[in-house]
Nanobody, 129 residues
Framework: QLTESGGGSVQAGGSLRLSCEASGYTKSSYCMGWFRQVAGKEYEGVATIDIDSGTSYAGSVKGRFTISKDNANNTLYLQMDSLKPEDTAMYYC?????????????????????????WGQGTQVTVSS
């Protein structure tokens, strides 16, 4: 189970920190990530992190967002700085089933949302101009 929190409304240039608490089978994942979706549009991968804390980011957020995790508390984070109105979306955390241990691949350009069978309920981020 994955439970997100930390979304909200902020003005452009502001910051938010999303959290995602993992429990159950998701604690044995190799790769976790953040995705976002604007209503009516496709999901967009935002960032991923593997078990060794290797990260990858979408070009649109690189340099502004930071993904991290606290293994002791089974919590995934997404620090979002210099937010823009185009960052407005529902944000979801996701985890693989552990199957990615076989390939050790955890990069957005290679993976798709179908590689992540576990998803949270989402948290809304709204950035006003």
């Amino acid at each position: 189970q994955l439970t997100e929190s930390g979304g909200g409304s902020v003005q452009a240039g502001g910051s938010l920190r999303l959290s995602c608490e993992a429990s159950g089978y998701t604690k044995s994942s190799y790769c976790m990530g953040w995705f976002r979706q604007v209503a009516g549009k496709e999901y967009e991968g935002v960032a991923t992190i593997d078990i060794d804390s290797g990260t990858s980011y979408a070009g649109s957020v690189k340099g502004r967002f930071t993904i991290s995790k606290d293994n002791a508390n089974n919590t995934l984070y997404l620090q979002m700085d210099s937010l823009k109105p185009e960052d407005t979306a529902m944000y979801y955390c996701a985890a693989d089933s552990g199957h990615l241990f076989a390939t050790k691949i955890c990069r957005l350009l290679v993976l798709s949302r179908t590689d992540f069978p576990y998803w949270g309920q989402g948290t809304q981020v709204t950035v006003s101009s």
